[in-house]
T-cell receptor, first 111, second 114 residues
C-alpha cells in the first residue's frame, strides 16, 4: 500500500536555527507531493506543493526520487513557524484523488 | 470566496448512538472528501463524493455513510458509535479537474464518544 512516512513526531529548534522536516514516500513513479500545516487553533492548510517549486514563508521542499523523499526546509526558523506539519501524497492507482497523510511532525521553535 | 465550513464544532455522544456531521464546500468546488483524524495521527480518508455519488472509499465500515447534495454540501453519518470513533472529522473540498489534487479543509468537527 502507498505510504507517507514522517519519522519525527517532534522537532524542537531555537529561533534562527535551520529546520528540516523529513518526509518519505513509497510510490515508485513521479508523485505529486504536498506539505500541509496546522497552526494552533487553525484549520489544516496547504503550505506548498512540489510541482509549483515555490517558497512559501521561507519554506522549500525538493523532491528526491532517488531517496523517495520530500523534506521541508527553512534556513532560519521563526517562532511563528511553530505548528503541526503534515506531508501528503495523492493515492495513485485508485479512482479517487484522496490524500494519504503522514502522521505529522510538531515543530516547536524556541525563543 | 467562501471557505469550507463544518458544523457542529463539537459533539458529545454515547456508544451506540448515531451522529450526522455537515460540511459546506468552498464556492466553486464540486467534490467533497471526508477524513478522520484520531489524536496524534494524520488524517485518514473516509470517502469522497462527486456529483452526489460516492467516488471512492477508505478502510471504514459501512456504518460510516455520506451524502452530497445538489449544492455540493455534504453530510457524514456514523451509526452505532464506538469509543474509537472519537476523533476530529475533517471535510475537504476540491474541484475535479482543477489544480491537481489540491484540497481545502474545513475547521473540523470534534466528536467525543463516551
Amino acid at each position: 500500500a502507498q505510504r507517507v512516512t514522517q519519522p519525527e513526531k517532534l522537532l524542537s529548534v531555537f529561533k534562527g536555527a535551520p529546520v528540516e522536516l523529513k518526509c518519505n514516500y513509497s510510490y515508485s513513479g513521479s508523485p505529486e507531493l504536498f506539505w500541509y500545516v496546522q497552526y494552533s487553533r487553525q484549520r489544516l492548510q496547504l503550505l506548498l506543493r512540489h510541482i509549483s517549486r515555490e517558497s512559501i514563508k521561507g519554506f522549500t521542499a525538493d523532491l528526491n526520487k532517488g531517496e523517495t523523499s520530500f523534506h521541508l526546509k527553512k534556513p532560519f526558523a521563526q517562532e511563528e513557524d511553530s505548528a503541526m506539519y503534515y506531508c501528503a501524497s495523492p493515492n495513485y492507482g485508485g479512482a479517487t484523488n484522496k490524500l494519504i497523510f503522514g502522521t505529522g511532525t510538531l515543530l516547536a521553535v524556541q525563543p | 470566496e467562501t471557505g469550507v465550513t463544518q458544523s457542529p464544532t463539537h459533539l458529545i455522544k454515547t456508544r451506540g448512538q448515531q451522529v450526522t456531521l455537515r460540511c459546506s464546500s468552498q464556492s466553486g468546488h464540486n467534490t467533497v472528501s471526508w477524513y478522520q483524524q484520531a489524536l496524534g495521527q494524520g488524517p485518514q480518508f473516509i470517502f469522497q463524493y462527486y456529483r452526489e455519488e460516492e467516488n471512492g472509499r477508505g478502510n471504514f465500515p459501512p456504518r460510516f455513510s455520506g451524502l452530497q447534495f445538489p449544492n455540493y454540501s455534504s453530510e457524514l453519518n456514523v451509526n452505532a458509535l464506538e469509543l474509537d470513533d472519537s476523533a476530529l472529522y475533517l471535510c475537504a473540498s476540491s474541484l475535479a479537474g482543477g489544480r491537481g489534487n489540491e484540497q481545502f479543509f474545513g475547521p473540523g468537527t470534534r466528536l467525543t464518544v463516551l
